[in-house]
T-cell receptor, first 116, second 114 residues
Framework: IAGITQAPTSQILAAGRRMTLRCTQDMRHNAMYWYRQDLGLGLRLIHY???????GKGEVPDGYSVSRANTDDFPLTLASAVPSQTSVYFCASSGTVSLSGANVLTFGAGSRLTVL | GNSVTQMEGPVTLSEEAFLTINCTYTATGYPSLFWYVQYPGEGLQLLLKATKADDKGSNKGFEATYRKETTSFHLEKGSVQVSDSAVYFCALPWGYSSASKIIFGSGTRLSIRP
């Protein structure tokens, strides 16, 4: 089934450790995104990539980095995890990037990260 | 940039009740507007969208009309079911020059009692 695969599903991590959340899509979508979901705050955009080889900062980029070496993969790295990064992380993709903003996002099932 | 505000929850209704979840936005121009739904344990999925003013998006019995006069995109359903229990998010592009980035409201949790 075409879609987005995220890994791990869940992870408990000690503060200060490095962590990479993986995201792979098989829809050949150009654009990919990372969001975090926190209770009462909805989804906030961390980083995005409009096409392979390019990335950009979202609303809450501090403490996170991304890379987009190819179309399918968009890993999110926490270089030194802190408790405030405890959240559910969603990867998403979009097949179109248009000025009209009519592009639709496809989401992965999420990765629950707990930083102690 | 653009912004969106939606009704806080949680909202609890009985089955077959009428549902309204309010969403208002601030935007430059007339961007597309979206409602996404998140069922328990899953990622978000598109529920409906409207791409221009006065458009009505509809899906699974839900409707929302793009009203530029009131800058609103309220979600409605005439008769809710237990299976509609989920979290609903209003969304729009961050800005005209950054149309690929979608921003979301804080979400409204809906619970339907049998």
């Amino acid at each position: 089934i075409a879609g987005i695969t995220q890994a791990p599903t869940s992870q408990i991590l000690a503060a200060g450790r490095r962590m990479t959340l993986r995201c792979t899509q098989d829809m050949r979508h150009n654009a990919m995104y990372w969001y975090r979901q926190d209770l009462g705050l909805g989804l906030r955009l961390i980083h995005y990539s409009n096409t392979a080889g390019t990335t950009g900062k979202g609303e809450v980029p501090d403490g996170y980095s991304v890379s987009r070496a190819n179309t399918d993969d968009f890993p999110l790295t926490l270089a030194s995890a802190v408790p405030s990064q405890t959240s559910v992380y969603f990867c998403a993709s979009s097949g179109t990037v248009s000025l009209s903003g009519a592009n639709v996002l496809t989401f992965g099932a999420g990765s629950r990260l707990t930083v102690l | 940039g653009n912004s969106v505000t939606q009704m806080e929850g949680p909202v609890t209704l009985s089955e077959e009740a009428f549902l309204t979840i309010n969403c208002t936005y601030t935007a430059t121009g007339y961007p597309s507007l979206f409602w996404y739904v998140q069922y328990p344990g899953e990622g978000l999925q598109l529920l409906l969208k409207a791409t221009k003013a006065d458009d009505k998006g509809s899906n699974k019995g839900f409707e929302a009309t793009y009203r530029k006069e009131t800058t609103s995109f309220h979600l409605e359903k005439g008769s809710v079911q237990v299976s509609d229990s989920a979290v609903y998010f209003c969304a729009l592009p961050w800005g005209y020059s950054s149309a690929s980035k979608i921003i979301f409201g804080s979400g409204t949790r809906l619970s339907i009692r049998p």
